[in-house]
């Protein structure tokens, strides 16, 4: 599965489905994980160069998933986006004037989307229960850009456990991308190489206060050394 940007890029032995409305790195690593491979090499193969750790191109994963990257920005959370948001078409802004998604001021094609992200629920079952024809129940869930349930709504965003997790990583000398690569293959956590570079300065920043305020050395109140 190498290569460059002229050469073909051959598909995976094993094809796996996406569901619907799952993330772009939840794919990529059960993807991964079909094939016998670690899904940080997956993932760097799929962002390519020059940034390999960057977010995953929908037209390498379209040729190693054996998915069209039409079938792919439909059924992945902001797959189309290249900052990871969705990205609605003209055909989905068409669907949301229809008069049949309208029930008062609510727009049903937010229900419909969150009942077909169930997966035991058939097409007439979403028609009966919002009564809108199955043509257009079907129409929605086709032209759909869904929502990602699975990562937070600023994916580079950082928690106090996993700030906690990181930290302790750092101290144990771990780099930067050795960080990156055991949270995606080990705890299936998705973040940002900045982000985790950004925490890694930051944690160094603190060890330096620290031991400057250890030996009596540290920075006086206009700037100068106080000892």
């Known amino acids: 599965m190498t290569g460059s940007s002229s050469e073909r890029?051959?598909?995976l032995p094993v094809i796996?489905?996406?569901k619907l409305g799952e993330s772009t790195d939840s794919y990529v690593r059960r993807l991964a994980r079909a094939n016998?491979?670690?899904p940080s090499d997956l993932r760097c193969f799929l962002a390519g160069p020059p940034n390999w750790f960057g977010k995953p191109r929908i037209e390498r994963l379209g040729a190693v998933s054996g998915r069209s990257e039409a079938a792919l920005q439909r059924a992945l959370s902001a797959a189309g986006s290249a900052r990871g948001r969705a990205m609605?078409?003209?055909r989905t802004l068409r669907i949301h004037t229809h008069k049949?998604?309208?029930q008062g001021s609510l727009d049903m094609t937010l229900p419909i989307?969150?009942?077909a992200l169930q997966g035991d629920t058939t097409v007439r079952q979403i028609a009966g229960r919002w009564n809108v024809p199955r043509w257009l129940v079907r129409r929605v869930l086709d032209s759909a850009s869904f929502p990602d349930f699975q990562t937070p709504k600023n994916r580079s965003a950082i928690t106090e456990p996993l700030k906690e997790k990181i930290?302790?990583?750092i101290v144990s000398g771990m780099g930067t991308k050795e960080i990156w690569t055991e949270l995606t293959d080990v705890h299936d956590i998705s973040v940002s190489l900045g982000s985790l570079q950004r925490q890694t300065r930051a944690a160094s920043f603190r060890r330096c206060i620290r031991v400057g305020g250890a030996s009596g050395a540290g920075v006086g109140p206009r700037?100068?050394?106080r000892g």
């Open 9 to 11: 890029i051959a598909e």
């Open 16 to 18: 796996v489905r996406p």
């Open 36 to 38: 016998h491979l670690k």
């Open 88 to 90: 609605p078409t003209p």
């Open 100 to 102: 049949a998604l309208k």
């Open 113 to 115: 989307q969150y009942d």
């Open 167 to 169: 930290n302790s990583m």
């Open 223 to 225: 700037g100068g050394r």
